[in-house]
């Protein structure tokens, strides 16, 4: 664990590493001077005294110069960046070396003037010599010490130089220290003093450095002997600050500021973390799962913090297509809640504010991974020996003594499919409305979206699961009438050419009978079944079906919030409603049916 490791400074990469010239040039000048000292005679006491009495005087001249310089680059890199970058001066080894040349030759010429003897000596002579040539190394350093501030005095230089003394070793020594910032703090906070002065160049080199530091120290996490050891609740000091907190509000900023390329670089920094993190988990790495949840919330919390105008709507499709894309490539199921993240994100996004058609692509988008996510979940469920699911509640028969992997799997179907209720319903309630100009391609978006899972599902061999999808995507066509308000589906049917908001519905539900000829009507046979409970007062509630979350996540939406937001008598509407919308779907079945039979 953390308290058993012990980090040696000597790993750590310094700032202001000093030139090989300087070694090299003060070599010289060293074996110069100690041959000068077997050649020249006794110097005389007096012109000793006196040539030490200058010399000093010229050496403290010279350190009161060293400090003037130091604190002049501090206090330019302190306005053009950050305070902290600034600390990077006193850390520098050419500083330490170049006052630490001057201090050895003041101490020779104090020691020299308290002990000269009376008479001249030969080594007397040659340690005045050596206080000489370290004088001049001092001098010869101070030029390399003098470039250095200069080099720092810009941000960049002082960007560069933080980048490559922040070692992984460093880094985490640093986040162990509860007293300092995080380590990446006076990174982050040189990128912000960037960003507000609009020195953009200064920024995007800020921000590669923030994601290489970050990506190093992540590599290291996994590779390093010592780093390995950290254990996953040490993991949260590390890492969350960068990805959950810093990340958002830059990205924010540079949204905000139409610096559309530094924004989509500051998202992709958590992307490409959360990636890293699904990887090592995928290959068993004792890493915290948090790790990536915090990848996910941090692009979810710029999302939902996104301002209503166009500049954040394109952060917004920016943030859901990188959150999908973490959720792409594997499905690692255990990961799956995280999910929910995105998805709180687009509902509050649609419920509460202004949206525009970036807003939908981006939510779009967000559930067609969700749908690929869930269809490798499926196939892996689908495929494992001894599995006995109720796919209406998604859950195994054996109860508590169900493999963890199955009911991981389980775990990751429920969210998946909450997830696409909810965006739905959210979608649906602010953009299904006469004022809204582009609902007819939003309809059509979304009868694709729950087109695709259930024809998935049905692929992967569980039509119980996709009866119970289509279900769903039966209440989510109802409210889609409602919020036009209209529901004259039988003339939506025949009139092909008719462009209507309910037409994608029905020629998509209609079109799952050529997967499979069962799903769709007893989907329907369930809904009939349920109103006729409903009418001999068994149940207040037509519209709630066994989609039961465990109390994992008792928050999770399940199908009824696709409905609960209409003012209307929603019993006496859907009961009406649903025949007419069985006979509108079971006539566009039969046209497929004639269309297949002449091809």
């Known amino acids: 664990m953390w308290s058993k490791i012990s980090f040696s400074s000597s790993r750590y990469a310094r700032p202001g590493k000093i030139p090989v010239w300087i070694y090299v040039v003060s070599g010289v000048i060293l074996v110069a001077v100690i041959g000068l000292g077997q050649v020249i005679q006794d110097i005389p006491v007096e012109n000793i005294r006196a040539f030490l009495t200058t010399l000093t005087g010229i050496q403290g001249g010279v350190l009161a110069l060293v400090l003037t310089i130091l604190v002049v680059g501090i206090q330019f890199i302190s306005w053009l960046s950050s305070p902290w970058l600034a600390t990077i001066l006193l850390q520098a080894r050419i500083f330490h070396f170049t006052i630490g040349v001057f201090i050895a030759s003041v101490s020779i010429n104090l020691g020299l003037l308290l002990v000269t003897p009376a008479e001249s000596a030969q080594w007397m002579t040659s340690s005045v010599l050596l206080s000489a040539g370290l004088t001049l190394v001092g001098f010869v350093s101070l030029y390399g010490l003098t470039v250095f501030v200069f080099e720092q005095s810009t941000p960049e230089g002082a960007i560069d130089t933080f980048q490559s003394s922040m070692s992984p070793l460093r880094y985490v020594d640093l986040a162990e220290d509860e007293s300092s910032p995080h380590p990446l703090y006076p990174l982050y906070t040189a990128i912000v003093t960037a960003v507000s002065r609009k020195d953009w160049e200064t920024a995007r080199r800020g921000v590669d450095s923030f994601s290489q530091i970050l990506l190093d120290t992540l590599a290291a996490r996994k590779e390093d002997g010592e780093l390995s050891d950290l254990g996953s609740d040490m993991d949260a000091t590390v890492f969350m600050a960068p990805v959950r907190e810093y990340v958002p509000f830059l990205a924010l900023q540079a949204f905000g500021a139409e610096e559309y390329d530094l924004g989509e670089s500051l998202l992709l920094v958590n992307v490409r973390f959360g990636e890293v993190v699904a990887k090592m988990l995928w290959s068993d790495s004792d890493i915290s799962g948090q790790l990536f949840k915090y990848a996910v919330f941090g692009l979810s919390d710029f999302a939902r913090r996104s301002p209503a105008t166009d500049n954040g709507a394109i952060g917004f499709e920016l943030a859901m297509m990188g959150s999908g894309r973490l959720f792409r490539e594997d499905a690692l199921v255990i990961l799956a809640a995280g999910m929910q993240y995105p998805g709180s994100a687009i509902g509050e996004t649609f419920l509460g504010g202004e949206t525009n058609e970036r807003h939908v692509n981006g939510a779009i988008a967000y559930q067609r991974d969700v749908i690929r996510h869930q269809e490798v979940i499926l196939g892996a469920c689908s495929s494992t020996d001894e599995v006995d699911i109720d796919w209406s509640l998604l859950k195994d028969s054996r109860g508590e003594e169900t493999p963890a992997t199955i009911r991981n799997y389980l775990q990751g179907i429920r969210v998946c499919r909450a997830i696409l209720m909810e965006t739905t319903a959210a979608i649906i309630s602010s953009e299904i409305s006469p004022e809204k100009e582009n609902r007819f391609s939003v309809s059509q978006e979304l009868s694709d979206i729950w087109h695709w899972t259930c024809i998935t599902a049905v692929r992967e061999g569980v039509p119980e699961y996709a009866t119970d999808l289509a279900i769903a995507a039966i209440h989510a066509s109802f409210a889609v009438s409602r919020q036009e308000g209209r529901a004259d589906w039988q003339v939506a049917a025949t009139e092909l050419e008719n462009e209507t908001v309910e037409r994608p519905w029905i020629a998509n539900l209609a079109s799952i009978s050529q997967e499979s000829d069962e799903v769709l009507s007893t989907a329907f046979d369930k809904i009939e079944q349920k109103l006729e409970q409903t009418s001999r007062g068994e149940t ?52 497929l049916s004639q269309d297949n039979t002449m091809i």
């Not at 989609?547 to 696709?562: M, N, R, T, V």
């Not at 209409?566 to 009961?575: F, H, M």
């Open 540 to 591: 207040d509630d037509p519209f709630h079906y066994p989609f039961q979350p465990d109390a994992w996540h008792d928050s999770i939406l399940e199908p009824e919030p696709l409905l609960s937001w209409i003012e209307t008598d929603l019993v006496t509407d859907y009961e009406g409603w649903i025949p007419e919308f069985r006979a509108a779907v079971e006539t566009e079945q039969e046209r």
